[in-house]
Every structure is written in structure tokens, then in C-alpha cells.
Nanobody, 117 residues
Framework: QVYLVESGGGLVQAGGSLRLSCAAS????????MGWFRQAPGKERAFVAS???????DYSDSLEGRFTISGDNAKNTVYLQMNSLKSEDTAVYYC???????????WGQGTQVTVSS
């Protein structure tokens, strides 16, 4: 079992930055693929970014290079650095994990990010 706890959300003005953290327990993140997803009001949950056990990263095309995902194996924590935030980035952000094979099946409780224009 993998337990994920997100933190770092909050209210920020458009153009600002936030860094989200996802602390994992139960398994080492180096043995997992880790991802960030977000769900805006009235919309379905959407993929944001992911990082694999071999440090390969993937991003949603809609981000235009503004977000960066990274991992700290020593702290067993994954981060999402969000820059140049826009009002459309307002959402609940979820951390997720999956095994080498299979879908993302471990989820955190989410953290709210609100960007004011």
C-alpha cells in the first residue's frame, strides 16, 4: 500500500508561483511512477505531469512549460513547481502513484490551488 499526502496549495495571484509537495509512505517513490492530476470545478480530473522511477518526465501539452515535476528519493517526496500561474490553473491538485505496470491507483486527498486574476 502507498500513502500520499499533498501540501503546498493555497491562494496566489496570477503570475505567481507555488510548489506542491507529495510525501509518500509505504513504498519508495524510486520504485513507482508518480504523477500530478488536477480537477477544476465542473470538470473531470486531468493529467498534469508524471515522473518515472528512471526520472523520465511527462507533461500535459496545455502547461506550456510552466510546471516542473521532480522527486527527492531521500525524502520520498515528489514536487510540482508551478510558475506563471493563470486563473485557469485553479483546481484541486492530486498526487498519484502507480506500479511499473498498470494505472495510477494510489491517490492523495488533494490540495486546493486558487489563482486570482
Amino acid at each position: 500500500q502507498v500513502y500520499l499526502v499533498e501540501s503546498g496549495g493555497g491562494l496566489v495571484q496570477a503570475g505567481g508561483s507555488l510548489r506542491l509537495s507529495c510525501a509518500a509512505s509505504g513504498r519508495a517513490i524510486s520504485s513507482l511512477a508518480m504523477g500530478w492530476f488536477r480537477q477544476a470545478p465542473g470538470k473531470e480530473r486531468a493529467f498534469v505531469a508524471s515522473i518515472n522511477w528512471d526520472s523520465y518526465t511527462d507533461y500535459s501539452d496545455s502547461l506550456e512549460g510552466r510546471f516542473t515535476i521532480s522527486g527527492d528519493n531521500a525524502k520520498n517526496t515528489v514536487y510540482l513547481q508551478m510558475n506563471s500561474l493563470k486563473s485557469e490553473d485553479t483546481a484541486v491538485y492530486y498526487c498519484a502513484a502507480r506500479d511499473v505496470v498498470g494505472p495510477f491507483r494510489y491517490w492523495g486527498q488533494g490540495t486546493q490551488v486558487t489563482v486570482s486574476s
